[in-house]
């Protein structure tokens, strides 16, 4: 089983608190990950499918 990696930092978050999954909103195929600390300093994640740079 593999580990749960924030889309962000690239760091382990698997049963980690704050941590959120969802759909890439630009092409609905990738899983991004985020964790809290990416989410609290509004880091971006880039999706590997799509290209599509979020938060904002």
């Known amino acids: 089983m593999s580990e749960a990696k924030c889309s962000s930092c ?17 092409c609905g ?13 509004v880091v971006k994640y880039t999706c590997p499918s799509c290209g599509f740079e979020g938060p904002n």
């Open 10 to 26: 690239k760091k382990n978050v698997s049963n980690v608190t704050g941590t959120v999954k969802f759909v890439c909103p630009g």
């Open 29 to 41: 195929k990738e899983e991004i990950t985020r964790c809290v600390e990416c989410r609290k300093n």
